[in-house]
């Protein structure tokens, strides 16, 4: 009796095991779960995971490489067949494709790109993402694009665009690139960028509305013909500090043009009521799809490089957005 | 001795007669000598200057022959005493030179604004200074007020609502709500204090990380997510932003709403501190516990009630964050209780207990916020923001010390 | 070579609004008791401090052993041989006695304590001062007596040359003085000088070879206590010399007797710790001072204590004015009327950083409140009338306590528990390191109180305290009531004998 018992467990287990896409099971660590950028990549892995038929493994770095470490071995003892990694710091990949080559088992990066001779050291390590410096260029395109079509933007008349910006994190990649990207788009469009003041405000609204405030009273609105921010949430801070001073709230004659990154739905908001001019959508959703897809790929076996570019790469672009729409 | 009371007495007055003249002569020749670029609302300041000093030379009372012993200062030990407030003042003139701009109405206004939401933490935290505790989960309770408030107060049309379903309710039931949360948590703080005779410090490190957990899972709630909260009602968002008086004449930009708030919470403060039974008990607690338990004062209760209010303080103060900002995240208020300690000890409360005024956090607000401001109003780098931080408060401490210590 | 070990010249040190010290003299010579007295606030603590280097003088010299010493630390004044046994001693509790002992000068080698060297180290100097302690047991542990006898031996074993005692005795009992005093004789004999601050003057009068005294921060004089005649000073010369007139009675007159009314019956009331009081039962009368003698360790403290709600009682019962009283909290037993005047002025009873309105009003808040708004005019005229009635020196109500003599401090902390017109005051040791004239006054505060119809337990470890001032004196030993004694049948000796009854089973010096 038991042994029947025992026999038809394993079947089931069998047929349980071959019903879950072909057994494949994903460890995913993500930098910091709280952090709304990611969070919107999380649920597309999880929903592209489910529809693979994938098992998904996903962990909370808690914003420490240490941690993330760990919690990668844990991974790799558990026998996941392919890692998903968000680094907390880039250039520690080279930890984290030792672990995946020792143990045999492909590893896709996301969201923060290891540096190249890193990613080389491996066959089976790829990376996923947004190139940082397209969201810096789109950026500038939205600039350069209201600046052509509304000659008024040019408050002083002197054919320069006098801009403030508004930094992510020191040091974060994005912050560099997309800090570069904008005003050297600006520039090869053939307006003359003058920055009259920017400052770190760490992603933050809060952080940002306090710096912008400052700069509106330095500085005087009357002075600034932009502000480019690193991302949404900064954006926005500047579009309530220009609120406070009765700016952007439909009045033509006194409006800045603000442009973020994100495309999250305070933007689009914002963007509807005319207090903000664009931004840049991150393709969270794309990404993550296409983070799973390729992982999924890799632990089956198959063949990848029709996917991928340079043998390494899938890059998801960004995307314009203004007045709520996507362009 | 005599002498010099009336040599200060007169020196007030004239010095303020002084100002005053020199106010109304520059405002009236800043704009035919063109000097409206220049000086911006210098003259006004001075007016303003001159006219209070003025007025508090001449009511100065003559001190009797023993308050004039205690206070007995020298000139250098004035300098020490309040090296904190003449480092601000001359910051400000290096200010004011390198950037004229911040000669204006506006900027005072806007440093008072800044200091609002401050002075509201520094006030809910003198409390627990003054029982020799201390309150590190005050920061992360103005994250949690915050997102309470701002979940519940999203236009209907905004895509991403916290509440999908939530009717438009009333702009005071989310502040309640928002308010009564950290009373909870300022409950839990009270109950480890007195029950179990915790250190605050510990105690309140405890619902730190616990209130920090819990802001973070209702803010990871489906469908938000972890999102930021935006698309704030406008009636509820000018809790925050409304200014009085806008427009009273051309380019004043208003008092904000948020000066007054804090105004009335720091009289409510100082009559709770100076003119009730239980502001009495806090000044007994905290200069000496076993004296104040054989006194017949009942200690639990009045710790209770300590954390109680406080939290209610950090509640408000999250509240008007969430209005001022239209909108919120769990990390709204990270690290605030650092900064209202840093200013109650600049403004004279003692670490350890018992002694501590409302007009001088008041002070100490002002003088953290004006140095914070004028830094980064002259782009100084946030690095070296943090590090004149750092030497304030060490300073600061120092001064008080060697004031108690008695030689 | 000097004829003084010490000499302080013309020590002047002023405060702000105050001159605490005006040209005061100081002269000990080697292997002398030299008694420094003076009403509080006579400035003798101030002239220790200046000696031992806490307070920095503004004027005046300091010779030791004939040469200029400077002195700007009591780190300073260690090195120099001076050390100093305070009034109220703060060991580290969860140390050793030993580590207490050698704290700050471990022996050992680069940093690494070698703890039995030390041990046998205090051994020995615990053994030639016949001092039987463990030296490892906890410091917190200790009694007061043994707290001061180990620091006098850390003293001895610095080979100081000088060792200041500040109010040694006042809380120990007379058997625990005998030891001191056996420990004093023998290190005079040893070339030790004492500077002995004191208010007993029978101890004074025993052990000290010279008395200087002080009055109001100035020096009235120096006087050998026995004369070429042999003839020794008398208790009323010194005190006319301390307070500059004549005392004759130590005591007021007490008018009056006791009624019959019961207005505190206590019956069989036991401490939760086994250790504590025990089985404790007496009547209080009305308008009686009660009388709790004993030793150090006797559990009086433990047990009024326990009775005003600030520690547990397991059984027995209470009944106040007939009605069954619980001691759930202070606040509850002062809502019933009784009052505590703890014995550690310091620790439990003042709020030193707060003025003397607030110390004064502080157990009587609720008085002046409507729906705990103050009234501030009711609570100045209150706090003011009370402590002109008991005669607080001060310049006014704002003053910090803590810059008050501690017979002023005592004198406000019974303002304070008269406000709350409390109908039993408990006080215990109320004139501990109080001056003779403050002492006299609380006496007359005490039997005002009476008069109006109060009734009072006082514990007190002065024998003539307690025998001058009770109507019936109940002896406690152990924690146990041991004895007794109604007025007219009142003798040390019978009191000791209550007091030490179950002494057989243990030094009481240790306990």
Excluded at chain 2, 1 to 9: D, G, I, L, V, Y
Aim: with cysteine.
């Amino acid at each position: 009796m038991r042994k029947v018992f025992i026999t038809a467990l394993i079947l089931v287990l069998a047929i349980a095991s071959c019903s879950f896409a072909d057994g494949v099971k994903i460890g995913a660590g993500i930098y910091r779960f709280n952090d709304a950028f990611m969070l919107r990549f999380r649920n597309a892995m999880s929903a592209e995971s489910e529809k693979a038929g994938a098992e998904i493994d996903i962990a909370d770095g808690r914003d420490d490489q240490p941690t993330q470490d760990a919690q990668i071995d844990e991974f790799i003892a558990g026998g996941v067949n392919v890692l998903i990694v968000n680094l907390v710091d880039r250039m520690a990949a080279q930890g984290t494709i030792d672990k995946a080559k020792s143990a045999d088992i492909p590893v896709v990066f996301i969201n923060r790109e290891p540096p190249l001779e890193v990613l080389n050291t491996y066959v089976k390590a790829y990376y996923v993402g947004a190139k940082a410096e397209e969201s810096g260029i789109f950026s500038g395109q939205l600039i350069v694009d209201y600046f052509k079509s509304h000659p008024e933007a040019d408050k002083n008349h002197d054919g320069k665009l006098q801009f403030v910006l508004l930094k992510g994190q020191n040091g974060h990649q994005d912050m560099i690139l997309r800090s570069k990207y904008s005003v050297e788009t600006i520039r090869d469009a053939g307006i003359e960028p003058v920055e009259l003041a920017s400052a770190i405000a760490n992603w933050d609204k809060l952080e940002a509305m306090k710096i912008m405030n400052a700069f509106i009273m330095s500085i005087g609105p009357e002075n600034i013909e932009a502000v480019i921010a690193n991302n949404d949430e900064m954006a926005l801070g500047a579009v309530e500090a220009l609120k406070a001073q009765d700016y952007n709230k439909g009045d033509p004659s006194m409006y800045i043009p603000v442009v973020g990154v994100d495309a999250n739905a305070s933007a689009l908001e914002a963007m509807d009521k005319g207090e903000m001019l664009g931004t840049v959508l991150n393709d969270a959703d794309g990404q993550g799809s296409a983070a799973v897809k390729l992982a999924v790929s890799l632990a089956q076996g198959k063949d990848v490089s029709g996917e991928v570019t340079d043998g390494k790469y899938i890059w998801v672009p960004y995307q314009k957005v203004t007045r709520g729409e996507k362009q | 001795m005599a002498e010099t009371k009336s040599r200060s007495k007169r020196l007030m007055t004239t010095g303020g007669i002084i100002f005053l003249v020199l106010g109304i002569i520059l405002y009236f020749a800043k704009e035919p000598m063109g000097l409206n670029r220049k000086i911006y609302d210098l003259p006004i300041f001075l007016i303003i200057i001159g006219l209070c000093s003025a007025i508090k030379g001449y009511m100065a009372k003559d001190k009797t022959e023993e308050e004039a012993a205690l206070a007995g200062k020298t000139f250098t030990e004035f300098l020490t005493n309040n090296a904190i407030l003449l480092a601000m003042l001359v910051l400000v003139v290096v200010i004011c030179i390198l950037q004229p701009r911040f000669m204006q109405i506006r900027v005072a206004l806007d440093i008072l604004t800044q200091s609002s939401t401050k002075l509201i933490m520094a006030l809910g935290i003198c409390f627990a200074l003054l029982i020799a505790g201390t309150d590190l989960s005050a920061g992360r309770m103005v994250g949690l007020a915050a997102v309470i408030s701002a979940s519940m107060m999203q236009t209907a049309t905004y895509a991403n609502r916290f509440f999908p379903d939530l009717p438009q309710v009333a702009v005071w039931i989310p502040i309640v709500a928002a308010v009564l949360a950290c009373m909870v948590c300022g409950a839990l703080n009270g109950f480890l204090v007195a029950k179990y005779e915790m250190h605050p410090f510990i105690a309140t490190l405890a619902t730190q990380v616990m209130i920090y957990g819990a802001c973070s899972l209702y803010f990871d709630m489906p469908p938000n997510n972890s999102q930021p909260i935006g698309g704030i009602r406008p009636d509820f968002a000018q809790i925050g932003q409304l200014r009085l008086f806008n427009g009273l004449w051309k380019g004043f930009p208003g008092i904000s709403i948020l000066i007054p708030i804090s105004i009335v919470i720091c009289i409510a403060i100082w009559f709770i501190l100076n003119k009730t039974v239980f502001g009495k008990n806090v000044y007994a607690i905290g200069g000496n516990r076993e004296a104040a338990v054989v006194a017949g004062i009942n200690v639990f209760r009045n710790i209770m009630f300590i954390f109680i209010l406080a939290s209610f303080l950090y509640g408000i103060a999250g509240v008007l964050e969430a209005a001022r900002t239209a909108g919120a995240t769990n990390n709204y208020g990270n690290g605030y209780e650092t900064d209202a300690i840093a200013a109650c000890v600049v403004g004279g409360v003692s670490m350890s207990g018992g002694i501590g005024k409302v007009g001088g956090i008041v002070m100490g607000v002002l003088i953290f916020t004006v140095i914070q401001y004028g830094l980064q109003f002259i782009n100084v780098s946030p690095m070296w923001q943090q590090v004149i931080k750092g030497v304030i408060i060490a300073v600061a401490v120092a001064i008080d010390l060697t004031k108690y210590r008695r030689k | 070579m000097s004829e003084y070990l010490l000499e302080m010249k013309n020590i002047t040190k002023t405060f702000p609004g105050v001159k605490a010290l005006d040209n005061v003299n100081l002269n000990v010579r080697k292997g002398t008791v030299h008694a420094l007295m003076g009403e509080n606030g006579a400035g003798k603590s101030t002239l220790m401090k200046c000696l031992f280097g806490i307070y920095e003088p503004d004027g005046g010299e300091i010779f030791l052993e004939g040469k200029k010493a400077s002195i700007h630390s009591a780190r300073q004044a260690m090195d120099q041989g001076i050390a100093m046994v305070h009034q109220e001693l703060h060991p580290i509790r969860f140390r050793s006695v030993m580590e207490n002992v050698y704290l700050g000068r471990f022996p050992g080698h680069m940093g690494v304590v070698d703890h039995k060297v030390m041990y046998e180290k205090t051994k020995a100097l615990f053994d030639d001062l016949e001092l039987d302690v463990d030296p490892l047991a906890l410091a917190g542990e200790q009694s007061a007596a043994i707290l001061q006898m180990m620091e006098i031996a850390r003293a001895v074993d610095m080979k100081a040359k000088i060792i200041i005692l500040d109010e040694p005795t006042s809380s120990l009992s007379d058997r625990e003085v005998d030891h001191l005093f056996k420990i004093i004789n023998r290190l005079r004999a040893q070339g030790v000088a004492f500077v002995y601050i004191s208010h007993k003057m029978k101890e004074i009068l025993e052990i000290s070879d010279e008395i200087t005294v002080m009055r109001d921060g100035t020096y009235v004089g120096t006087w050998p206590v026995t004369d070429e005649k042999g003839e020794k000073l008398t208790i009323d010369f010194i005190i006319k010399q301390m307070v500059g007139r004549e005392m004759t009675n130590q005591f007021p007159p007490r008018e009056g007797k006791p009624s019959d009314d019961v207005v505190l019956k206590v019956e069989n009331v036991c401490s939760p710790l086994k250790k504590s009081f025990q089985n404790v039962s007496f009547e209080l009368h009305k308008q009686e001072i009660l009388g709790i003698g004993g030793l150090v360790g006797a559990q009086r403290t433990e047990f009024v204590e326990a009775l005003f709600g600030l520690r547990g009682i397991a059984s027995g019962e209470i009944l106040l004015n007939g009605a069954r009283y619980t001691n759930k909290s202070p606040g509850f037993a002062k809502s019933r009327g009784l009052a505590l005047l703890t014995e550690e002025r310091r620790a439990t009873g003042i709020f030193g950083i707060l003025p003397i309105l607030e110390n004064t009003v502080i157990a009587n808040q609720r008085s002046y409140a409507h729906f705990g708004v103050l009234n501030d005019g009711r609570r100045k005229t209150d706090a003011d009338a009370e402590c002109k009635k008991l005669n607080v020196k001060t310049p006014s109500l704002n003053t910090l306590i803590q810059n008050l003599s501690g017979g002023n401090q005592q004198k406000v902390l019974i303002a304070r528990w008269l406000l709350t017109n409390s109908d039993i005051l408990i006080l215990d040791e109320p004139t501990r390191g109080i001056d003779v004239g403050a002492k006299y006054e609380i006496y007359n505060i005490m039997l005002e109180q009476i008069a109006q119809g109060k009734s009072i337990i006082m514990i007190s470890s002065e024998m003539p305290e307690l025998m001058g001032m009770s109507d019936r004196i109940m002896v406690m030993c152990e924690g146990r009531v041991t004895g007794f004694l109604n007025k007219g049948e009142y003798s040390q000796e019978k009191i000791m004998a209550f007091a030490t009854q179950f002494a057989g089973r243990k030094d009481s010096t240790a306990a």
